[in-house]
């Protein structure tokens, strides 16, 4: 049964007529205890989220997490599509606001999202996308974001280049390393890679078969742990289908109006 406070924080919350799927998120932070954020960043985030939804986007993602937040550190964890928490493994720094940031030794955030277990993120239909508030201190290695497996991979490196499903290390999809929204995206032949919601890249290469094993941020998992621990810092993170262009369009309209007004 709710306690009294817990149950006022609940009603006060219903009475705002959020979004069901971002009411949804407040409810559970509340449930696991978490500081939410404030009134006027609730309001960006159910924006955010009606704005996904008329994109087309938030139907095609399997995983999100918003870790640009002045709610708790604990609440930057939650998987807004799912409804769980992603794990902060070895205490990565997190910073109001702007989000969480590797530590380029043993510090990196484990989704808890199994490749082969999504209905959006599919073998011939993916896409993986973050967006970097800060580079990484020169000499660090570059932020690998997802599964690095002898012969096939599962991983967006933000810094210059990227792959996605990829049957093979090349070729590699063109990013850039400037502090932007990027995106690759694939189908069954072809993947293409977006920085800022312009095209900068596109490979064609065959897809590879998705493992077991759980995509991971400022780290890449591998069978034997996880490498390539880089110090660079992430607003978000996530997981989905295939996108188009127009929907990456619309998708880095809404990540930036929301980040350019918090």
């Keep these: 049964m709710l306690g009294l406070g817990l149950g006022l924080q609940y009603r006060h919350l219903l009475g705002k007529g959020y979004d069901s799927d971002y009411q949804a998120v407040l409810n559970y932070g509340t449930a696991q205890g978490d500081a939410l954020p404030s009134e006027s960043q609730q309001a960006l985030g159910n924006a955010l989220v009606i704005a996904l939804k008329s994109a087309g986007v938030w139907a095609k993602l399997d995983s999100f997490a918003l870790y640009a937040t002045n709610g708790s550190a604990s609440f930057a964890l939650i998987d807004w599509v799912r409804l769980s928490k992603y794990t902060a493994v070895n205490s990565p720094p997190f910073t109001s606001n702007v989000g969480y940031k590797g530590d380029g030794t043993s510090a990196y955030i484990n989704t808890n999202f199994n490749a082969n277990s999504g209905t959006n993120f599919l073998q011939n239909s993916a896409s993986i996308f973050s967006y970097r508030s800060s580079a990484r201190t020169v000499g660090q290695p570059q932020a690998y974001q997802g599964i690095f497996l002898a012969g096939s991979y599962q991983t967006l490196i933000s810094n210059s280049d990227g792959y996605l499903n990829n049957a093979g290390g090349s ?60 110090n660079e810092g992430q607003h978000l993170f996530g997981l989905g289908g295939e996108m188009t262009a127009g929907e990456v369009t619309d998708f880095n309209t809404a990540i930036k109006a929301y980040i350019s007004s918090i």
Excluded: C
Aim: charged share 10%.
């Design 171 to 230: 070729p590699f999809i063109s990013l850039n390393s400037s502090l932007n929204f990027q995106i690759i995206s694939r189908n069954s032949t072809a993947e293409k890679g977006y920085s800022n919601g312009v095209l900068l890249g596109t490979a064609t290469r065959s897809s590879a078969s998705l493992p077991a094993f759980p995509f991971t941020n400022f780290a890449a998992k591998t069978a034997a742990g996880v490498t390539f621990l880089s």
